[in-house]
Each structure stands twice: as structure tokens, then as C-alpha cells.
């Protein structure tokens, strides 16, 4: 059994394991906005469309959540096709994944209170929705803790796992934007990866076709995941130089393939049905120019640089020598998947990502940056420095947590400030910091009785 999967609990562990698990469900009941807007409102309607309504016109839906005035950029969600259909340029990987939610919620609504029910826009289908982001989330956590416990030891692992969760833009998409896919995205890559790396000695047919099944809904989550597929031939040219390959493998890789397959076949027919097409163009408004990339623009931008807004990411990259050292073709595989990522997010058009927080695309690198930082804190752990690689994770959390109270209640504008401006920001956001544990709405719609059946 790999050892990530062992779980062993020391007595004298449970009470803090129990403290942790009472902050984080406060952290959630506070923090936790349930509403799908934003880009979440593309990836969400496919639910009730094809579900409720047994049709791939998702206008009526968008129209909606216009109506009751949700957060989104309304003119990405009016554009009529030649056919009549309303464009949605969000792929379904978010929706197919969350789609036993919806389903639960549904069945519920048809049994307990049958004619109430509004599977388009109520609160309890959009909490179906973001619920699903969240247990993906936690779950990808999970993995990511005890695949790095099993590398680098517990305090490097709970160390890393907080600061990939709370410092960095990740955070913002799993408390107050979780209707969006970068959650979704973070578990099927760290699924993927892991379930290759704890494979690799002896691989079933099963596990080949499950990681190909993982890394087929990556791709159909944001296409860009796509590349951690990549991780397949960095193995086998590994396997080739060591002489450990076996053609063997061709059975597997052929399993692989048919797993990558069963999700990417049901994205093409939406394509086709909506867009007439079998590959449209991801988004209307972006454009790619991978010649003049803007590396250092995403790397130290104020504009939603990945270091600027999440100076941590910085620990975690000097720790990726030690990950390659330590797990030689997987951390090379990831590192080259991550340099990769960079360079395509710092070639489109908008490299900032739109008006969201921080880096979000970067968080697809949640599990290399996680190694990282996990390398980097059993360094300092092992010089008896333990002191400072909390503090230097402290420091990471204080920091986004003040940059997050920036952006809701002080950023008015999605522009990038002077950099005097820009930290300038950072001290006024101090007093807006308490707001951001008000800003959860399932506590105030369960006592509003929002969610009341009858």
C-alpha cells in the first residue's frame, strides 16, 4: 500500500486534529459564499439546462441569474449562434463533476416538495453547485497532505498544505468564488498526478484506465490541463533510460487513452450541438501570442502578479530543485507541465486573468507548488529552523488574507497600481479584514430560512 494512504492517528493527536477541524468548519460557515456568479455561472448552467430541461439552450438560464442581477459579464452570455443557441464558452468538466449534487438536490426537491422546486436559479441547486467545489477542494488537500507527508514528513506537509490553501489565490476559490472551476481543475490534476506517481512500480489495468479517466476530465475542466498528460511520456523516457520499460505498457497506455477518452467524447458533442464544431474557440474576446509572452508581467505584476500577490509561491520554487532530486521524472514532468502553463497564461491576451484574484489560473500548479514549499520548510526544519518556516507561512497567509481585503472592499478599479499604491493598500485593507469572515451566506441563508423546503 503507498504509504500516502496509511493513516495512523496518535492518541495525543486528536485533540488537535479536532481543533483544526472546528476553525476550518467556522472558517467555512463565514466565509463560504454558496451563489454561483462570475465565470461559475457559464460552467454551472449546463445542470439545469440538459437536467431540468432536457436542452442544450442555455439561454433561458442565463437569463435567469441576468435577471436577478448576478454578478457576471452579461455580454459573453447573450451572443446568439446561427442555430439559435446561446454561446457558452466553458467547457463541462466543472458541470460533469458536480452533476451528482445537482442530481441529489434534485431528487430531493421531486420527492420531498414535488412542483417547488426552481433547479435553475434557487439557493439549493446553487449551493449543489459550489458544494461540489468544495469537497473536490477539500478532498484534493487531502491527497496533496498525505502524498507530501509520505515525501517530506507531517510538519513539512501540514506547512505546505495551509500555505497552498490560504496563501495563495487558491483560497479565494475555495471560500468566495467557488462557483468557478479553478477547484474542480485542482483535483483532477492532483488526483491524476498522484494516483501515476504511487502507480508507477505496478500499474493495473484499472488504475491505468481511472488515471486516464482523471486526466480526461482535467482537460474538459480547463484545457490547458491537458498538459499534465505530458506527465505519461516523461515516465516512459525515464522507464527507457533505466532500462525499465516494457512494451507491457502499450496495453496500458492503450487503457490510458480509452480513460481520457469517455469525458472528452460527451465535450465534443456539446461542441458540435452548440457551435457546430468540434474544437471552437475557447473565448471570444481572448487571443494567444506565445512569441511575446508576458512572463515578467504574470510573474511580478500588481496587476494580479503570481509572486506579487502571493509572495509564498516564492518558497515553493526554491524548493523545486529538492522535488526533482527527491522524485526525479515525476518533479521533472511537473516542473516542465508548470513552465509550460506559465508560458501559455503569460501569452493570451488577458495574462492577468480577468477581474478575479490574484494568479487564478496558476492554481492548476497547486501540487508542484505544494512539494515545493514542503521541500523548502523540511530544509529548514531539519537546520532547526522551524520557527521560521511557520513564520515565513504566516507571513504568506497574512498577506493574502490582507491582499483578499484589498480586493473586495478597497480595489475599485482592474487595473495594477504603482507599486507604492499597491502596498500602500495593504495597510489600509487591515481594518476591512474582519468583513471577509461576514461575507459567507450559508449561514445567513439557513437563518433566514433561504432554505426552508416548504
Known sequence: ?????????????????????????????????AGVSGDGVGYYSYLPSVVAHGSFDL???????????????????EITLPNGLTADYKPIGAALLALPFYLLTHAIFLLVVPGHQDPDVSAEYQLAFTAASLFYALLAMVLLHRFVRSIFGPRPAWLAAVGVVLATPLVAYV????????????????????????????RTPGQWFIAGLLGGLASITHVQEALFLALIPAEAVYEVLHRTWSPRRLSGYGLLAAGVVLPVVPQLVVDQVIFQQWLPHPAPNIS??????????????????????????????????AVVRRLEWFGSGLLLVGIGEFWINASLSDWWGGNAFGARRMTDQSLLIGLGLAASCAWMIERRLHRLAVALVAAGVAWTALLLAQYYYLIRTDVGPPWRDFLIGQLQAIVYVPRLFIQGTVVREVADGAWLLA
Open 59 to 77: 439561454g433561458p438560464v442565463f437569463d435567469r441569474f441576468i435577471a436577478i442581477n448576478t454578478p457576471v459579464a452579461r455580454q459573453f452570455l
Open 1 to 33: 500500500m503507498p504509504a500516502f494512504t496509511r493513516l495512523a492517528i496518535r492518541p495525543g493527536s486528536l485533540k488537535r486534529r479536532a481543533l483544526w477541524f472546528g476553525l476550518g468548519l467556522a472558517i467555512i460557515g463565514l466565509c463560504f459564499r
Open 288 to 321: 494567444l501570442d506565445f512569441a511575446r509572452p508576458h512572463l515578467l508581467d504574470l510573474l511580478v505584476s500588481t496587476h494580479h502578479g503570481w509572486l506579487s500577490w502571493s509572495p509564498i509561491v516564492a518558497l515553493g520554487l526554491l524548493g523545486l530543485p
Open 175 to 202: 471560500l468566495f468564488g467557488a462557483s468557478y472551476s479553478h477547484t474542480f481543475s485542482v483535483f483532477t490534476i492532483t488526483a491524476f498526478a498522484i494516483l501515476l506517481y504511487a502507480t508507477r512500480h505496478d
